[in-house]
């Protein structure tokens, strides 16, 4: 499996194909399209990202001291946005999780041109996503 | 005639129902007024004091000239239509809501009007009734009737909707009221800009509007009141100029509308939206709504032709908005789209869930007209419309 | 040091107590905003909706940074301190007083913090109990512990005295409360502009002040709560943005600060205020508060040598304040030739009618000093003073 | 005696003499120390005006038609501006006093240069004036 960092640089070689911000939409559209369903069980209030104006669920598993994750949003951007740091960031380990710093979000010009600062959807979700790793992690070293 | 000017940059600025540019004259007024007039207001004796005091007056006069008030102590300064409602539930109800009382609001209204009388029923057990509307987006008047009893104390409701557009019968709701002897109050938040108001004529009791959706700045609104209201309510804020004596023992307060503006009011503000409301006037509030009326129709014609636009609002009596979704499309996402587009347009509940609950949605995106909006802008929006809507499927 | 720009106009402006003239780069930002930038903020995704809102934050991070605040979202933003100190009242007292309780404030308290804790203690039947000073303007702030009881919820004074220019030893008071569990508000109005403040330092629960005195814009204001607080406590307003959910039934609210921040908030002023601020800061509030220290000394000895002055305000612990009245002159008779000789000073009460009460007079003439004032400023003050002298007699 | 149009153009012309502002205020001063002292025993809270930073006290007296005006303040200027407006004013019949122009307060320059707008004294002594012409005429109509 490729390091955190490999896959920032091969998101970041992916987007910088596209002059076009049009363009990059398209992309993350289809990676929205393509996420990889959650189970419908986890849909789920609980589940729920707080600062978004679309809903946004995430869910994690912990299997054999990696996270998984798998989510969704009834944004197909938002969705798309979810699916790179799924990838990035699922089948990790929690420190990694916690200690990696996630440069391909400002090399893909997902926070400026991308994604609103206030609505916020990406900084929750990255939040929410560290904070599992954060519980995991409290309880692999409490066990 | 509407001066086309350019307010700044070539954006399509469709987002007026949230906030509006503001002309050059404003602008200025403002910046004037800091470089060379500034001083603060009342019982200032030295020449700058005077002439502040003096402005921020007329300013109070042009706003009842505006809105046909009777005398221009009816008008409070505020910070915006929220603390006027705000200010005024507190007031009205310390002095005239006990338990088992009874508020009517509608359906359609802006938080701003559902949340101050939620708290003040909170507070005072008091109940909140609703008036609703069909999904035509009218409210059903009918229904008026069967809501008001001898413990109504107050109406509240919205001139123009927010989200739908609609212009409600408020005579026709002002004047059923007075048949109870029940005072109103007019969110003229979404009106003011768009339809000349005469409070007199309508007759409401209470009126309340933002300076900064009316061309103005932030910070600055108003609350109308007629005046018999004045002397019975006790003021909302305490401390500054708006008292008579003060001792430990006993305060006594001035005169309104003083009384009411605790504090250093935002006399900067005041000017400032004296200096819009000018503007308006000089530029035509018949003028302006003719206008905007037209983009209107046109906008509404060329999206009702689009199958994939569900618009909301259908009534006839519509003003200057335009509250729709896209099939399939998450709001959200064509807001991103359409933003990308160099097009200003809002997405969300436009505060007002329960109009979304009414119709089980989470949200729309709204394009809102002001005067300085053309017809090659509806026709920019259109085409980002069908853009997203290719873009997405 | 002090950049000498000429504000506009060769006056002698000496009524900073009352509100500051604004520097070229805050009057530049305020119009630079409405020219090029102006958008409503909060959950507008578009990008003109998105900056201003990041500019609203970042401001709000400058007002933290300003007075050392933990976290900026300990920083409400008000209309100015007599609204932070009302929102205040009314949220702490439906939170935290019953009959009988008591609040604490001083005698040479601003109306702002007189006013609305009276009209709390007689909405809740509460007490309010007054700290005295004694006739050199100091508090005597032995007598504090004979005035707490188990029934004081909270101590709200003034860190300077806007009459008296007295620097109130506010580092003890918050001590002596804190060991009896009270929490102390601090009236920042007339000391944030001279005084460097670490709100952490000081330990206050609370602390209020206005954008306008600070040469900041008027309509802006600041709350500052320890955070503890803020879930604790109600919001003072309800609308706009500051909800989670709302339905009829019931509505929940979303975090502070914005939970505090119902309706549109005056963003624009925000921004303008925190441009004032940077100004203060790159400027030095050191340096600022050396300049005005030796003009205050330079000017109190000036009028001391002056028979026929009597001073108000004696403490040793003074700031930027000359109260005064002239012997056999009404002070408004010298106000007005003040004026006249391009001087503008402040006479009459200054919203501290028990100060008057106090001294048995009806007013004063109030010099007060901001960073742009001079040395020449101050003989051109005692020359008028004299003048009038020989008018009058 | 003369009438209320004689007297105002009188005092514009005593006015006139002095170009400086500085020198109208003596003069205003030495006005006001002149007037005539009001009976002590009408010194009291009712007969005080609202208004002013300064305290003003106006008494009217109704004597054979014609209204005559006493007053004080303790700010020596208003005192002399009170004094002008009885010079004008005392001693007139009601409808006279209602139905005058004033037009030597803007000749003299009281108005923009010698009294603020806002302390509002100068209307509201006017106003007072003008109130007890009203009462009086409103009396003598009745009786
Ligand atoms: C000590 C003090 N507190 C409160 C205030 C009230 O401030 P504002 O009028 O800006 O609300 C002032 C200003 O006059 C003041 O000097
Ligand atoms: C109908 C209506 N009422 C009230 C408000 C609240 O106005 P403000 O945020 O200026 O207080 C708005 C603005 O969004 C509105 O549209």
């Known amino acids: ?143 | 005639m509407l001066k086309q000017e350019v307010y700044g940059r070539p954006l399509v600025y469709l987002d007026n129902g949230a906030t509006t540019q503001k002309p050059l004259p404003v602008i200025e007024c403002i910046r004037n007024f800091h470089s060379f007039k500034n001083s603060s207001i009342h019982r200032g004796i030295h020449f700058y004091s005077e002439r502040a005091t003096e402005e921020f007056e007329n300013a109070r006069k042009t706003v009842q000239q505006f809105i046909h008030a009777e005398k221009s102590s009816e008008i409070i300064f505020t910070s915006g239509t929220t603390s006027s409602v705000n200010g005024l539930a507190w007031s009205f109800g310390e002095r005239f809501i006990r338990p088992g009382d009874e508020i009517i609001i509608s359906e359609m209204e802006h938080h701003s009007n559902i949340v101050p009388w939620q708290m003040l029923c909170e507070r005072k057990g008091s109940v909140l009734k609703v008036l609703p509307f069909n999904d035509d987006g009218i409210l059903e008047i009918d229904r008026l009737d069967a809501l008001i009893n001898n413990r109504t104390r107050l109406i509240s409701v919205m001139h123009i909707s927010n989200t739908l557009g609609t212009i409600n019968p408020i005579r026709t709701i002002i004047e059923k009221a007075h048949e109870n002897d029940i005072p109103v109050l007019i969110d003229a938040a979404q009106s003011v800009q768009h339809i000349a108001i005469d409070v007199q004529q309508l007759d409401c009791d209470f009126l309340v509007f933002s300076g900064h959706k009316i061309y103005g700045p932030t910070g600055i609104g108003v609350l109308y009141a007629k005046e018999k209201w004045l002397h019975e309510l006790p003021p909302f804020q305490g401390g500054g100029e708006m008292v008579d004596v003060v001792t430990f023992q006993k305060t006594t307060y001035t005169e309104p509308p003083v009384k009411f503006e605790a504090g250093t009011p935002n006399y900067i503000g005041a000017i400032g939206l004296a200096e819009a409301l000018k503007y308006v006037t000089s530029t035509g509030l018949s003028g302006i709504l003719q206008h905007e009326n037209a983009l209107l129709d046109y906008g509404f014609q060329q999206l009702s032709q689009l199958d994939f636009v569900k618009l909301y609002g259908q009534a006839s009596d519509k003003s200057s908005i335009l509250s729709f979704n896209l099939r399939d499309i998450h709001y959200y996402d064509a807001g991103m789209i359409i933003d990308k587009m160099g097009i200003a347009v809002r997405t969300g509940t436009h505060c007002a869930q329960p109009v979304m609950q009414h119709y089980g949605i989470s949200g729309t995106i709204r394009a809102s007209l002001g005067m300085y909006n053309t017809k090659e802008e509806i026709d920019n929006l259109v085409g980002a419309i069908k853009k997203v809507r290719d873009m997405f499927v």
């Open chain 1, 1 to 143: 499996m490729k390091s955190i960092i490999e896959i920032q640089q091969e998101i970041s070689g992916e987007f910088e194909m596209y002059d076009d911000w049009m363009d990059k939409y398209n992309y993350l559209i289809e990676l929205g399209k393509d996420l990889a369903v959650i189970d419908t069980k986890h849909k789920v209030k609980e589940n729920l990202i707080n600062g978004c104006q679309s809903r946004v669920w995430l869910h994690a598993e912990y299997e054999e001291g990696l996270i998984h994750f798998t989510a969704d949003s009834d944004s197909i951007i938002t969705k798309g946005i979810i699916a790179l740091l799924v990838r990035v960031l699922s089948g990790r380990k929690p420190e990694e999780i916690l200690n990696t710093d996630l440069f391909f979000i400002d090399r893909i010009g997902l926070r400026q041109n991308l994604s609103p600062t206030r609505s916020n959807g990406l900084l929750s979700m990255i939040r929410q996503m560290k904070l599992y790793a954060l519980a995991y992690h409290a309880k692999a070293k409490g066990s």
